[in-house]
T-cell receptor
Framework: AQKITQTQPGMFVQEKEAVTLDCTYD???????LFWYKQPSSGEMIFLIY??????QNATEGRYSLNFQKARKSANLVISASQLGDSAMYFC???????????FGPGTRLSVLP | NAGVTQTPKFQVLKTGQSMTLQCAQD?????MSWYRQDPGMGLRLIHY???????DQGEVPNGYNVSRSTTEDFPLRLLSAAPSQTSVYFC?????????????FGPGTRLTVL
């Protein structure tokens, strides 16, 4: 069964607008971490933001925030004030409990339009 | 710090050839892993290691071997290359001692098997 689902293969957003990239996850472990990575066309994987399962508040990092809805098992990435440089693939990932392994979703390709 | 380095950046092999993808990190991270990235499938875990002398299989280990003789290095060996192993390979590391720490990725190796 898919542990990480990203239902939006591609998204478009106008420059300076906000966009939400969806991520749902599946785990029975009460302790887990959720991560978002950005992969620009150059290919490197860039860590954006982290949310722990016990964190009471949604994580924020600059223009990135994570809309964490634990009961719905969703961890959507919100990018505010989109910039042309935000055009990239975005991957949601999960790490469970004391495990060290990450499970990645299939990714969402975001295109920011001028 | 150089972070996570991978060599080579590009490689073309013929079916049946063997080769080793090199990965090194200078952050003293205990955990290292290898992923392959194929279009539309995100990143899939090949092998991982939680410390020197300890390795284990991930989701797609067939056709690959690893060893971890030092903390710094985690080479991936292709035993007899097949066209199905054409992919982009990423090495990653994380600090086990920090619990739910993010993974740091190398720049990737683009492998083509003819």
């Amino acid at each position: 069964a898919q542990k990480i689902t990203q239902t939006q293969p591609g998204m478009f957003v106008q420059e300076k607008e906000a966009v939400t990239l969806d991520c749902t996850y599946d785990t029975s472990d009460p302790s887990y971490g959720l991560f978002w990575y950005k992969q620009p066309s150059s290919g490197e994987m860039i860590f954006l933001i982290y949310q722990g399962s016990y964190d009471q508040q949604n994580a924020t990092e600059g223009r990135y925030s994570l809309n964490f809805q634990k009961a719905r098992k969703s961890a959507n990435l919100v990018i505010s004030a989109s910039q042309l440089g935000d055009s990239a693939m975005y991957f949601c990932a999960m790490r469970e409990g004391n495990g060290q392994n990450f499970v990645f979703g299939p990714g969402t390709r975001l295109s920011v339009l001028p | 710090n150089a972070g996570v380095t991978q060599t080579p950046k590009f490689q073309v092999l013929k079916t049946g050839q063997s080769m080793t993808l090199q990965c090194a990190q200078d952050m003293n991270h205990e955990y290292m892993s290898w992923y392959r990235q194929d279009p539309g499938m995100g990143l899939r875990l090949i092998h991982y290691s939680v410390g020197a002398g300890i390795t284990d299989q991930g989701e797609v280990p067939n056709g690959y071997n690893v060893s971890r003789s030092t903390t710094e290095d985690f080479p991936l060996r292709l035993l007899s290359a097949a066209p199905s192993q054409t992919s982009v390979y990423f090495c990653a590391s994380s600090d086990r001692a920090r619990g739910m720490a993010e993974q740091f990725f190398g720049p990737g190796t683009r492998l083509t098997v003819l």
